[in-house]
């Protein structure tokens, strides 16, 4: 029995199967071509770009908690003018879909990498994450209030021609305001989660683990709340959801895609198990099989 | 290439200090993959409900081209379910990892290499290279008392043409820290050193006054330990942040921007 494992975003989006790797947790793709094939995967998200380079924050970015990790990496990266002259021609080999994903301090930021971007045609889509903080909306995070996330959307709208994805915070009182926000702002999907703010302190040393104090929760110690959060939104919006959040293998996947998620993406296991994206496309397909399902179609947002 | 694959503990030795020799080999049979002297692994540890992330652990040594040593310091919980792992254990591990040391065009050069506690362990299998690529090589090894260095010095013994013992409280060897061994007044055309931090940046101390080549392997903390995350970042003169775990974790101590 032909199993099929294709899922359509919408706006031109259309995946082999529903499994992506999550920004920052997937380098630029070729960090992992070594143990897998990244053309099995739907596709890849590779690192946030900002307009400028950025080195990020200082070290120690990184703290062990359990079933989890918080980071505070801070958005280094070369910078979206370094990425399209060097790293977007290692890309353009791949069958799978690449996506890139944006930041930027304030609007203008955000229009302006998509702009540079838009003309590179194997960029199938952009994920533009609005949980950075707005330098001009006083540092709060533009993921954060409904109009602001809306700011961002519409005007990443206007310059950006192909698929464009918003992945929303979790940091917030109604994840599905925002999501409904940005729809209207003409987002063609929307994935959560980006990571939960958190903190560890080191009572021997009596200081933060982490030089920011704060940082990213992210592992399965997030994944019961992302579930909740996906399947909220998915019954409150009409565009795809894309789930991620803590997804170690297939059961996992499969549980968002239960509660309404079009597709997936993989972040933090891919550092346990750099080929955990591609047994999760096996994982799926093997329950598909077991279960006699035909189409990944018929398992989203049964419940 | 790197790769992850299923290993079998062959062998865990407890020494005096509490560390322990552990050899592995592969599941399948296979070769190792050829490993640089400080180059190292992730293993992940499933023994441990608490540890999440791989434990970054150093190659100690590789034998007869399949066995792979690891010098494990029991730390925290990670580490210590690691080390009570018993004899046929399947472990996941993933190598072989970042840069190691630089040991070429070494022959007629007089090095020195210096260890402290599990930092001794990469030194082992770059001892060996040296001594093989014709270099002099003299082992200066630190630790608090006799337990710490006991069972250590021997495995350099085969290959260094000295192993000079330090220990804080003098019960075996030079009495002091392992820079203030005598050894350390002659002439060397390069240091490499491992161990705890404060004593890595003594020697790097040392190596700068004297206008010495010097290497130093940092331990910053790690997630992914492929240059995938940029968790494990140190910051450098030439490049700004970079990645322990592809660039190190081995540095020359003259991009070490912190430790000027
Ligand atoms: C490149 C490299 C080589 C190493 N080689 C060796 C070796 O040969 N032998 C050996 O015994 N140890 C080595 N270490 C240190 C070893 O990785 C840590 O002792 C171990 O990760 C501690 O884990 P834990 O669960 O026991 O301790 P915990 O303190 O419970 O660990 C909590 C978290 O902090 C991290 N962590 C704690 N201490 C360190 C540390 N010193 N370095 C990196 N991460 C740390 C852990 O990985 C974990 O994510 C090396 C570290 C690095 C980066
Ligand atoms: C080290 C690290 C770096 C990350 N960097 C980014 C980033 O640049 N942009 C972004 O939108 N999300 C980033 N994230 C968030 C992940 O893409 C993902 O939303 C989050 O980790 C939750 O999924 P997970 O639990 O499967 O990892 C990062 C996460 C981690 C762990
Ligand atoms: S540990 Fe992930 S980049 Fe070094």
């Known amino acids: ?303 | 290439m790197k790769q992850v694959k299923d290993f079998i503990l062959t062998g865990n030795r407890t020494l005096p200090s509490g560390c322990h020799l552990m050899t592995f080999v592969p599941a399948d049979g296979a070769k190792l993959p050829a490993i640089e002297p400080g180059q190292f692994v992730q293993v992940k540890v499933d023994n441990s409900p608490k540890a999440f992330l791989r434990r970054p652990i150093s190659v100690c040594d590789v034998r007869y081209e399949t066995e792979l040593v690891l010098f494990v310091k029991p730390q925290g919980e990670g580490t210590r379910c690691l080390v009570e792992l018993p004899e046929n254990s399947v472990v996941n591990i993933m190598l072989p990892l970042g840069r190691g040391f630089s040991c070429d065009e070494c022959n007629g050069h007089k090095v020195l290499l210096v260890g402290g506690g599990v930092g001794a362990a990469p030194l082992v299998a770059l001892c060996k290279n040296l001594a093989a690529g014709g270099a002099d090589v003299t082992v200066a090894i630190g630790g608090r008392s006799r337990r710490d260095v006991a069972g250590v010095d021997v495995l350099y013994k085969p290959y260094a043409s000295k192993v000079l013992v330090a220990t804080d409280d003098g019960s075996c060897g030079h009495k002091g820290v392992v820079t203030s061994l005598p050894g350390f007044d002659e002439h060397y055309d390069r240091i490499y050193c491992c161990g705890p931090t404060p004593m890595m940046k003594a020697v790097a101390r040392i190596a700068r006054a004297k206008d010495i080549w010097c290497q130093v392997s940092l331990e910053n903390h790690m997630a992914c330990g492929i240059g995938a995350c940029l968790c494990c970042v140190e910051n450098t003169s030439d490049r700004g942040n970079v990645c322990v775990c592809t660039e190190g974790p081995v540095f020359n101590i003259n991009r070490l921007q912190s430790w000027e």
Request: with cysteine; net charge neutral; glycine share 10%.
């Open chain 1, 1 to 303: 029995m032909g199993i099929n494992l294709k899922v359509d975003l919408g706006a031109g989006l259309k995946l082999d199967n529903p499994v992506l790797t999550a920004s920052g947790t997937f380098g630029f793709g070729h960090q992992y071509a070594e143990f897998i094939d990244l053309n099995r995967l739907g596709g890849f998200i590779v690192k946030g770009t900002t307009l400028e380079p950025r080195q990020g924050n200082p070290a120690p970015r990184l703290v062990e908690t359990p079933s989890g990790m918080i980071n505070a990496v801070g958005l280094q990266n070369p910078g979206v003018e370094d990425f399209a002259k060097y790293i977007y021609p290692t890309l353009t080999g791949f069958t799978s879909k690449v996506i890139v994903n944006i930041s930027g301090a304030q609007v203008s930021d955000y229009v302006k990498v998509a702009e540079i971007l838009a003309p590179l045609e194997k960029v199938s889509a952009i994920e533009v994450n609005i949980s950075c903080p707005n330098v001009k909306g006083g540092g709060m995070s533009f993921g954060t209030s409904p109009e602001m996330a809306a700011e961002v959307t519409a005007a990443v709208r206007k310059v950006w021609p192909r698929h464009m994805m918003v992945k929303l915070t979790p940091n917030v009182t109604s994840v599905v305001q925002i999501a409904k926000a940005v729809e209207a702002a003409g987002a063609d999907s929307v994935s959560l989660v980006n990571t939960f703010l958190a903190m560890v302190v080191d009572v021997e040393r009596r200081k933060a683990c982490l030089s920011t104090v704060t940082g990213g929760l992210s592992g399965p110690a997030i994944r019961p709340i992302a579930v909740r959060m996906v399947w909220q939104v998915a019954q409150a919006v009409k565009i795809p959801v894309v789930g991620l959040g803590g997804i170690m293998d297939a059961s996992d996947a499969l549980q968002f895609i239960m509660a309404g998620a079009t597709a997936v993406q993989i972040g933090t296991a891919n550092f346990i198990d750099p080929a955990a994206s591609v047994k999760v496309v096996d994982g799926i397909e093997d329950y598909c099989r077991r279960h006699n399902v035909a189409d990944i179609s018929e398992l989203r947002g049964i419940i």
